[in-house]
């Protein structure tokens, strides 16, 4: 029977009292360099991860448009209400999910997803809200502060990642082309860009095309495809992770004005079969600092700071959807060399770092395990 106290709590305050085990450890697995690999929970199309500043409690965001809460070591979930309505299908649904640099403070979270618009058209867009832990958790005051301009077609290629710099000040979002390919090179609009806006999501001072107004005045970088990794490095750099065609994928150190070439180049071909000319015919553009071909596919990627690996710490690390595992990267300089490849014998979506330096990685689709890789003892 269950504990008659723990009944008239909150469904989070169960989660906190519980005691639950996680699932089994996969042993199959175990071998896998040197690393003990426990599954702990499953979700339905998860996409981001990430843990809340000074807590052991992770959000999760699944496509359909759930947001959970989950406590690290159990294996329930508590669903947190008030999460947006979003446009499901393709590529979209909720994506991204961070907590704002001054959360122990203000409790803010930013999300990301994609948005209807009028017709067949369609959008990402970020918002803010401030989530409340306490009673049912749920978002409140959930205020849309980005859209992607203009809307179109599809559903493919949203990438609204979110990244904010490491002094806090600025937040950086990643657009993705839609698949439409031009707008990567139209500064009128900011499909195919990486916008740098203030934390309200007005354009941040200073930006490179500042003085063209509008939506120009957002723009850092442009010339991008479908970005679905952004992340600042130890050393303070904003690098991007991105899906190249039948080819190409690439991973850039993101630098204000720079055009970064798509569809204009790229180490990949169409899908058809028509070649694309390759990032070394075009000098005057950004190139890669790493490209593959065949793809990885990536999911996400993070720099790692823990103590768990020590040899990895500065190293990217890189959820491989197409590779089916972590894609290790060494980053030197301005170049990027990859280390190893991790078989994890999935498609792997997300990575996160825990508090402890340990890893948990996310498989993409339904029944998706969270899996918690740490060094064996």
Not at 119 to 142: H, M, S
Request: aromatic fraction near 8%; include cysteine; charged fraction near 20%.
């Amino acid at each position: 029977m269950t504990n008659p106290i723990l009944r008239s709590l909150s469904p989070l305050a169960l989660l906190l009292a519980s005691c639950g085990a996680p699932i089994s450890a996969q042993g199959s697995d175990e071998a896998a360099q040197g690393m003990s690999i426990t599954d702990v929970a499953t979700f339905d199309e998860p996409w981001a991860m990430t843990f809340l500043p000074g807590t052991d409690l992770a959000l999760i965001t699944e496509r359909k448009g759930k947001l959970k809460v989950w406590r690290e070591g159990e294996s329930r979930t508590v669903e947190v209400a008030g999460a947006p309505v979003v446009d499901y299908g393709g590529q979209g649904g909720l994506g991204d999910i961070v907590a704002a640099p001054d959360y122990a403070t203000s409790g803010k979270v930013y999300l990301s997803w994609a948005e209807a618009g009028s017709g067949d058209a369609r959008g990402a867009v970020v918002a803010v809200a401030r989530l409340v832990l306490g009673g049912t958790p749920r978002l409140e005051g959930l205020e849309v502060i980005w859209r992607q301009f203009p809307k179109v077609t599809g559903r493919g290629h949203y990438s609204h990642r979110i990244a904010f710099s490491p002094d806090g000040k600025y937040l950086f979002v990643s657009s993705g082309e839609r698949q439409k390919f031009t707008p990567a090179q139209d500064l009128t609009g900011n499909l195919g860009k990486v916008v740098r806006l203030l934390p309200d999501g007005t354009p941040a001072p200073g930006n490179p095309f500042a003085d063209k107004g509008g939506v120009s005045a957002q723009i850092w970088s442009y010339g991008h495809r479908n970005l679905l990794g952004l992340v600042f490095s130890p050393d303070g750099r904003l690098w991007d992770l991105e899906h190249g065609p039948a080819g190409g994928d690439e991973i850039n150190l993101v630098e204000p004005g720079k055009n970064y070439g798509w569809p204009l180049v790229s180490d990949g071909d169409h899908y058809d079969g028509k070649p694309i000319p390759r990032h070394k015919t075009r000098p005057d553009l950004a190139a890669p600092a790493i490209s593959w071909n065949p793809v990885i596919a990536p999911g996400d990627m993070i720099f790692y700071t823990g103590k768990a690996f020590p040899q990895w710490q500065g190293q990217a690390l890189i959820a491989g959807l197409g590779s089916g595992g972590i894609v290790r990267v060494a980053i030197e300089g301005d170049k990027a060399r990859e280390v190893e490849r991790i078989d994890l014998g999935n498609r792997i979506r997300e990575i996160e770092q825990a508090p402890d330096g340990s890893l948990y990685v996310l498989e993409d689709g339904e029944g998706a395990r969270l899996r918690h890789l740490s060094p064996k003892s």
